[in-house]
């Protein structure tokens, strides 16, 4: 199996398999994946084999090989690469090629590693079921009748199905680690501002994150380790030195770790049986291996949903502006005039109402509503006082615990279609994950089980700012204490 | 003011300026901000908006802004953040502008000017706020022939704008003309901007509106705001045309601030009116809200502080000093501090060598600067050195050379880059001894009787008609010595008689 980049790392050192081969292998999987789990939405053969070429020419010739060299890795189709298409799944960017690489894409250039395509997601990363793309859906490789998660629903079903060992999403309210979760995979947010969001084509600003799904933490590690760091093309990245990711990953040992266990929340309507005792038997391993557990609670999660879902429309509706057939996007082709408006705002409207998708349109309009004046204070301004206030939460409890233990999500993966035309339903899905996107602090999914179906459920760690290596140390020793991240679908 | 033999009126008058700061780089990005170059080469992903493209602040604007705001005594917020202004325009690539809603860089400042309606008094004019954004690009419609193109130039996108907003304290045109001057002359002055108007490095809008006193009751008329300007001529012009416009258009409808909102109008300058751009303007909703791509700024107060001291003398201050210094007139004091720092400079070295500020501040503003227009050059590239300038005129001051042949002498230093010695001894003047001037003197009564006639007569001038000849047979002459001489001889010739 080719599903461990350090495994794949290995084989290379030992000169059992050549980067081409790897990369060979990779595609041939995703061309086999793509009929049934459509996770790409651009996937370029002859550029992958030639960047596979360069790592075996450079290994040959005994240069010095970054860290993921000959690693075949898989871009969220978000991340702007300049050797391919970058359309954040909307018929809006559908023709779109940077003349740039996102700076996490540079990155992962500088570390060698083979990037194979473009992941399918929600439109402009706006969805819990990437059935929002204007590629078509991504099935989940578990159950091909499911959704994979959203919005990075291509990148984490690319790593269930055997495809890539790594693949880069991002995480505006918990993109990551939801289709992580419902994938089988593990999926981490990074601390905003952690990883450049230079390249990354802004959905809210103020919330994006880029981050790594692999199947295990010492891969997820690895991946971050090659990420993450200051970019001066960024102002809010952070110009802090980063950790050694990769050195904690051999502890089995968690005494002196408190950590903190969301109970309340997990007993909402809505939140399955299967997600609740994961949950529970997870923190039943902490237990065992040396952490103590304590009950701890985070006031305001009730309005960690409609404030996500006032900023990051409010956010959305600015980021897509530019969008509008002229700049930037889709330009409509119907030049029947209208009287009212002049051909120019006829043009944007029209170019607009066909470029984006219906989930796209609700956001900008509320966005549009929640900024507009008489509103902005009612709405805008009103979600940011919350936001203060569920940072002062996190930085309450985390001066109780060092962890958060919690779900990722109030179910696992749930059939394509059925909720598409709920909203709300849809929006429930970031219940337990936004709060880490409006606090900032990053967070991890992890594998924790199987429901009676057989459907990955999972749970999710979360570290006060900066604290990504405590994420990776506890999960580490959960997946050595345990074997849910080595279950394969089949 | 009372218009038309109508009703007592104030004109009421408020400024919107737009400064370009002089950086070398847009506000961010690192994009060149020089004017002229062809279409669309100083662009890149940044400034252009590209997905996924991000803004990264340009620290030289928030200096250049915190000087701008000192300069005109505003206060400095300990913190300024960004906002996103948007709305959908075809020269905005991203469908929004960078600027700044409620923490400006600058707030509460003033200015003072000198009242153009009486010399004596100066008008404190206040300053609401000054706040940086990026401009916009540059739209060009070509409807030549028919066509009906736009193409539009993205190279201005990005370009740093400090925005200047007055109080609606000015009551004239003159005194909207002397808000600008000033603030001109201290945004030049420290280096601030250009403020190019031709450039558009300096943009105004004038938001104007009467108010006419009809029996003790003030009714004011509908705010105009009349946009982008670019001389302040034209400023004065428009506003002399508002205010007869809104005068008679008010005895016409009667239409008050009530009645109509805010209109937009365009300035025509070859027709010398105002024409109307936006009917209704709609109360724009900017859906203003904090740019997530951009951290708040803290300024701290030892920045602050540091920039006010490296300030230096501002233009008022500075005319002050130089009238009581150098002993130079207000006009003097005030043309050479409109020529900015490095004129100010060379006048004061100059002077302090010459000792004589009169006659340094006369020749700087007429030879020095008439060379300067000439060749097109700054102070900076003038062949004098001001302590050579100095050292001419302290000869001229001190009767060893005449006013004629010392500008000869200036004009061979400006040739030839050389000094008051060798131009002196290039020019072959020397001194001409008393002994010499005498037996001149003598020479040329004799040869013009009819000068004495004429001298005691009471013509004094007749002596005049000897000076030339003086210089003809002797151009080291000083005419000065030769009139004395000549005037003593004769008064002693008379007195002998």
């Known amino acids: 199996m080719l599903d461990s ?95 740039y690489d996102a700076g996490v894409v540079e990155r992962l250039r500088a ?67 939801q289709p992580a979760a419902m994938c089988g995979v593990t999926g981490l947010k990074p601390t905003y501002g952690r990883v450049s969001r230079y390249g990354l084509i802004a959905f809210a600003s103020s919330l994006d994150q880029v981050g790594p799904i692999a199947w295990s933490v010492p891969d997820v590690a690895l991946m971050l380790q090659a990420i993450a760091g200051y970019d001066h093309r960024d102002s809010t990245s952070l110009n802090i030195d980063i950790s050694h990711y990769t050195d904690v990953l051999s502890s089995s040992d968690l005494r002196g770790l408190k950590i903190g266990i969301l109970r309340d929340s997990m007993d909402r309507d809505g939140v399955e049986d299967s997600v609740r005792k994961a949950t529970m038997d997870a923190a039943g391993v902490f237990e065992s291996i040396g952490a103590e557990i304590v009950e701890i609670d985070l006031p305001h999660t009730d309005y960690w949903v409609p404030t996500y879902y006032v900023i990051a429309p409010s956010e959305a509706s600015s980021n897509l502006s530019r969008y509008d057939g002229a700049h930037y996007g889709h330009r409509s082709t119907d030049s029947s005039n209208s009287d009212k408006l002049g051909p120019l705002v006829t043009s944007y409207c029209r170019s607009r109402a066909e470029g984006f998708g219906d989930e796209v349109k609700r956001r900008i309009m509320v966005g549009t509503y929640a900024l507009s004046e008489g509103y902005a204070d009612q709405y805008y301004s009103q979600a940011l006082k919350v936001r203060r206030l569920i940072k002062g939460d996190y930085d309450a409890a985390f001066s109780q615990v060092d962890l958060l233990l919690g ?30 996107n409006l606090a900032g602090v990053p967070a991890i999914s992890l594998p924790a089980g199987v429901d009676a179906s057989g459907l990955p459920v999972a749970i999710q760690l979360q570290a006060p700012v900066l604290e990504e290596s405590r994420l990776l140390f506890a999960g580490a020793a959960f997946q050595t204490a345990t074997d849910h991240h080595k279950r394969r679908p089949k | 003011m009372t218009l038309n033999n109508g009703y007592p009126t104030t004109t009421v008058i408020g400024l919107e300026v737009h400064v370009q700061l002089k950086t070398d780089t847009k506000l961010f990005c690192g994009c060149s901000t020089e004017f002229g170059a062809p279409p669309n080469t100083q662009v890149c992903p940044v400034c252009l908006g590209f997905p996924g493209a991000l803004p990264v602040m340009n620290d030289a604007a928030i200096e250049l802004s915190i000087r701008a705001g000192l300069a005109i005594d505003c ?63 540059k739209s060009m419609h070509d409807e030549a022939a028919g066509r009906s193109d736009t193409r539009i130039d993205l190279n201005r996108c990005g370009t740093p704008l400090l925005e200047i907003v007055s109080q609606p304290d000015m009551r004239s045109s003159a005194e909207a003309k002397a808000y600008l001057l000033e603030l001109k002359l201290r945004m030049t002055h420290l280096g601030i901007s250009d403020c190019e108007m031709q450039q558009g490095s300096l943009r105004v809008d004038a938001n104007v509106n009467l108010h006419i006193d009809v ?76 740019d997530p791509d951009l951290l708040p700024i803290r300024l701290p107060i030892e920045r602050i502080e540091a920039a006010k001291a490296s300030l230096g003398e501002l233009p008022g201050a500075l005319r002050t000093r130089l009238e009581s210094q150098y002993g130079i007139k207000p006009y003097d004091a005030d043309v050479i501090v409109n020529q900015g720092p490095e004129l100010i400079a060379y006048f004061e070295e100059a002077a302090s060598v010459s000792g004589d500020g009169k006659r340094t501040s006369a020749w700087i503003q007429q030879d020095v600067m008439r060379t300067m227009k000439d060749r097109g050059i700054g102070i900076g590239d003038f062949p004098v050195a001001a302590g050579l300038l100095g050292g001419l005129l302290k000869r001229v001051a001190g009767g060893e050379l005449d006013t004629a042949r010392a500008r000869d002498v200036l004009a061979h230093m400006v040739e030839n880059g050389t000094s008051v010695d060798a131009a002196v001894s290039a020019l072959g003047i020397e001194s001409v001894d008393g002994g010499e001037l005498e037996s001149l003197c003598k020479e040329l009564l004799a040869a013009n009787p009819q000068v004495a006639e004429d001298f005691n007569a009471g013509k004094q001038q007749a002596v005049g008609s000897l000076i030339g000849q003086a210089k003809k047979k002797n151009p080291n002459a000083n005419p000065q010595q030769v009139r004395e001489t000549l005037i003593r001889m004769l008064q002693e010739s008379a007195g002998n008689a």
């Open chain 2, 75 to 137: 206060s400095i917020p300990p913190m300024t953040k960004w906002d996103r202004k948007q709305y959908f325009y075809p020269d905005s690539p991203k469908g929004y502008q960078i600027s700044q809603f409620d923490l400006p860089i600058c707030a509460d400042g003033f200015l003072e000017i000198p009242d153009p309606a009486n010399p004596d008094r100066t008008r404190r004019l206040g300053i609401i706020r000054a706040h940086l954004e990026e401009d916009a690009g």
């Open chain 2, 215 to 290: 029996d003790g009751k003030k009714i004011a008329t509908p705010i105009v705001e009349v946009k982008n300007m670019n001389s302040f001529r034209a400023v004065e012009r428009a506003i002399e045309y508002e205010i007869d416009r809104q005068y008679d258009l008010w005895e016409e409808t009667g239409k008050t601030i009530d009645d109509e909102s805010k209109t937009t109008r365009g300035w025509d300058d070859g027709a010398g009116t105002t024409f109307l751009q936006r009917e209704k303007e709609e109360s724009a909703d900017y859906r203003y809200f904090p």
């Open chain 1, 407 to 436: 779900p990722v999500t109030p179910t696992p993966a749930f059939p394509l279609g059925s909720k598409i035309d709920d909203p709300i339903q849809m929006y429930l899905c970031d219940l337990f994950t936004v709060g880490a």
């Open chain 1, 111 to 177: 570390a060698d590693a083979v990037i194979v395509g473009k992941t399918n997601m929600d439109e402009f990363a706006m969805g819990a079921s990437t059935e929002s793309s204007a590629f078509g859906v991504t099935r989940n490789p578990w159950d091909t009748t499911r959704i994979p998660g959203g919005s990075s629903g291509g990148a984490a079903a690319c790593v269930a199905a055997g495809t890539v060992p790594l693949s880069l999403g991002t995480d505006t309210g918990g993109s990551i680690r």
């Open chain 1, 5 to 99: 980049a350090l495994e794949i790392l290995r084989l290379q050192s030992a000169g059992e398999a050549t980067a081409v081969e790897i990369a060979g292998a990779a595609l041939d999987a995703i061309e086999a994946s793509q009929p049934t789990i459509n996770a790409f939405t651009h996937v370029d053969r002859e550029t992958a084999l030639a960047a596979a070429a360069v790592v075996d020419a450079k290994r040959a010739a005994g240069g010095k090989l970054g860290s993921l060299a000959g690693v075949p890795v898989a871009v969220k189709d978000v991340l702007c690469t300049r050797d391919m298409p970058t359309t954040c799944s909307s018929k809006m960017l559908k023709d779109f090629r940077p003349p």
